[in-house]
């Protein structure tokens, strides 16, 4: 064999990648991938759990991505720093898209291929996560009594309320507009924020403004980016029901509630309701 090929078919001979690491390595150091691969401990021998138990972690971490967007998107909206507020926009629709991607493992599991391990994890479910909870307060969908399911776990709960309390993404998006001079109401501006956003006539006034104006307009692109997003959570709701129709059927769901019903009826909650509504109105 000449040195030629050995040195060429053989990159693990450079000194530079195999020098031994003191310790974890930069990257586990970085990422802490040894952290989040030891996380997985699946309570049966089904096939199908593992699968079920990454997809359900995945989704919590696109969950944290896409709650750190939003949160970056808002406070730029304060500072009414359309470029940077619309760059963290654009960063969620990609977060989100790759979320709704993750459907993928679990999206044709049988009844027999749930049940295989759907009695062991007893009364855990999805309902019971707060990032998803974090997402839905930033859309504006404030709950107190979704809320006061976590009071249990303090730390959790205190960071929860604290967003239950602040204005939501879609405030802080309306009250930005009303300071570039759109006609968004002052009872809108000043209600109270830990209450449920529900579409006010005025709002979609100042969308109808926008949607009618010229194609430049500046805040066109930001009500199509909104409806992107809007668009994207609505598919995830819907994705989840179509899982959940496969998976089992009309059975109650292990929260507690009636199962397939609740999860249709929250999936038509409206997410940007004006942004919607102004499309019969242009
Ligand atoms: C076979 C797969 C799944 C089934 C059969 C299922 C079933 C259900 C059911 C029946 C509910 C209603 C609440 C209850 O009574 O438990 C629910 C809620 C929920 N699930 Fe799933 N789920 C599945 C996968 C997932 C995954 C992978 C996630 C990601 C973390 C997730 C997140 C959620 C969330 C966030 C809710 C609350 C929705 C809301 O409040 O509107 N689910 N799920």
Known sequence: MNDRTSTLGDPVTDDALTRPFT?????????????????QHPLTEAPDEMGFL????????????IVHE???????????????????????????????????PIAALTPAQFNGFR???????GFQSAMYRHMEFLLGDKSAALLRAHRGDPAVHEALAETYREPSLYDEVLAHLHRQGLPVPRHVLERDMTSPYTAD?????AWRQIYAGPQHHPHLALGELLTDIAEL???????????????????PGSAGSAGLAWLEER????VFPELWEVRGDV
Not at 28 to 33: E, F, P
Not at 81 to 104: C, E, Q, V, Y
Not at 267 to 270: D, F, L, S, Y
């Open 201 to 205: 006539p005025g709002v979609t006034e």
């Open 70 to 104: 939003w949160r970056t998107a808002r406070v730029a909206f304060a500072k009414d720093d359309l470029p940077a507020a619309l760059d963290g926009l654009t960063r969620s629709r990609r977060a989100l898209t790759a979320l709704n991607g993750a459907w993928t």
């Open 23 to 39: 310790g974890a390595s930069p990257y586990d150091t970085y990422v802490h991938a040894s952290v989040l691969n030891s996380l």
């Open 267 to 270: 999936a038509a909650r409206p």
């Open 233 to 251: 959570v609505t598919r995830w709701r819907f994705d989840h029901v179509l899982v959940v129709r496969r998976a089992m059927g009309a059975k």
């Open 119 to 125: 009695a062991a994890f007893g009364k855990a479910s």
């Open 54 to 65: 990454v997809t359900s972690q995945v989704m919590e971490l696109w969950f944290t991505l």
